[in-house]
């Protein structure tokens, strides 16, 4: 086989992995060694939502799915949170749902870059902290933390802050969300 052509192979595998794991806009969380009923469970509660045609991942982390949702994220969080209210039987696998904006290369000046974007929506009074969760990479949290905080111009309150940076690194891409803590759903607390 052709060295140049095999490279070739191993180049295009490569992206296309990057462009599958560029497609989610949600990550859920569920027990460890319950991810194919979770990948069910999310995708029925995403299609009776009005998504036709989600898309689910079970990705190598145990316990955490990442979905495609043609719907705003956001507002899946709230519908969940009804969902919960009202009829809390038809969520039994899934424990917590975060929105995801903008999904990247997990490079801190990448990261950077895309949180001085969606930093503008945080109000010029509101104080914010950067939330970091990584899985199956040798990053600094330190490093991330310091790239993202650098990009906006707020108060950081590490404690009670109005908005939160989260940055969820997966392996080699990342999440990145600017949202209200309680845009981030724990389906346990949604339930009391």
């Not at 899946?76 to 899934?94: G, H, M």
């Not at 590490?158 to 309680?182: M, R, Y």
């Amino acid at each position: 086989m052709n060295p140049c052509s095999s490279k070739l192979k191993l180049f295009l595998i490569g992206l296309m992995r990057l462009y599958s794991m560029e497609r989610f806009n949600l990550i859920v969380t569920t027990f460890r060694g319950q991810e194919n009923v979770a990948a069910i469970e999310l995708e029925d509660l995403l299609k009776s939502l009005g998504d036709e045609d989600p898309e689910i991942s079970i990705t190598k982390v145990a316990g955490l799915l990442t979905a495609r949702t043609n719907l705003d994220p956001f507002k899946v969080i709230e519908e969940v949170r009804r969902i919960l209210a009202d009829e809390p039987w038809r969520i039994s696998s899934l424990l917590r749902f975060i929105p995801i904006e903008r999904v990247v290369e997990a490079k801190p000046e990448r990261i950077a870059e895309i949180v001085e974007k969606l930093s503008s929506k945080i109000p010029e009074d509101a104080k914010f902290r950067v939330t970091v969760e990584k899985r199956h990479t040798s990053l600094s949290s330190r490093e991330l933390i310091e790239a993202a905080a650098s990009k906006v111009d707020r108060k950081v309150d590490l404690e009670n802050p109005d908005w939160i940076v989260l940055i969820e690194v997966l392996g080699g891409v990342a999440g990145v969300s600017v949202l209200k803590p309680s845009q981030i759903l724990s389906v346990r607390k949604g339930k009391e």
